[in-house]
């Protein structure tokens, strides 16, 4: 059972408007929530994070959102450029449990120029 | 470049030979993760090693062998894979305290013949 699920495996958007990526988790006790972007034959690399006790957290062009009445998060990224086409996924984790972050399945997404 | 090394990047292996991969990270972190990603898949949490010891073992068959010496350094040892095996092995580390993000390395591509 996915406890982590992003339901859009792909997604286009032109160069300079905004990219809106979905992520949906089942776990209640989930509580930090992470972004990653991956390159192709790269690792991850953390774009962005949010904790629990807050909805918003920005950083330059990359917003994250939380409900979590809805288990949703989305990552707004704004203006979206060219070098932002990558594979992104979200994860998840839980301060009460072992270390460890549950992931997504990924969303490439496409910036046109 | 994230702090977090793996070697080798690439690797061939047949399937009764014996490999083994390697992490290293010297960012301070005292948590270590070997993580799969097949295609299409999402990332599979295989080993979580908290302070050199081992927390979390995620149901991986027995000719996975994790080895974590000191908390620098982890390793995993690979003997009579099947193609099936064949995938990206991520290696990440965190502070191991609340909230905080992973680091990945680049991964080692492993192809199993």
């Known amino acids: 059972d996915q406890q982590v699920k992003q339901n859009s495996p792909s997604l286009s958007v032109q160069e300079g408007r905004i990219s809106i990526l979905n992520c949906d988790y089942t776990n209640s006790m989930f509580d930090y929530f992470l972004w990653y972007k991956k390159y192709p034959a790269e690792g991850p690399t953390f774009l962005i994070s949010i904790s629990s006790i807050k909805d918003k957290n920005e950083d330059g062009r990359f917003t994250v959102f939380l409900n979590k009445s809805a288990k949703h998060l989305s990552l707004h990224i704004v203006p979206s450029q060219p070098g932002d086409s990558a594979v992104y996924f979200c994860a998840a984790s839980s301060t009460s449990g072992t270390y460890k972050y549950i992931f997504g399945t990924g969303t490439r997404l496409k910036v046109l120029a | 470049e994230t702090g977090v090394t793996q070697t080798p990047r690439h690797l061939v292996m047949g399937m009764t030979n014996k490999k083994s991969l390697k992490c290293e990270q010297h960012?301070?972190?005292?948590?270590m993760y070997w993580y799969k990603q097949s295609a299409k898949k999402p990332l599979e949490l295989m080993f979580v090693?908290?302070?050199?010891?081992?927390?979390e073992n995620n149901s991986v068959p027995s000719r996975f062998s994790p080895e974590c010496p000191n908390s620098s350094h982890l390793f995993l040892h690979l003997h009579t894979l099947q193609p099936e095996d064949s995938a990206l092995y991520l290696c990440?580390?965190?502070?191991?305290?609340?909230?905080?993000?992973?680091?990945f390395g680049q991964g080692t591509r492993l192809t199993v013949v």
């Open positions: 090693y908290s302070l050199e010891e081992r927390v």
């Open positions: 960012l301070g972190h005292n948590a």
């Open positions: 990440a580390s965190s502070l191991g305290t609340q909230n905080t993000e992973a680091f």
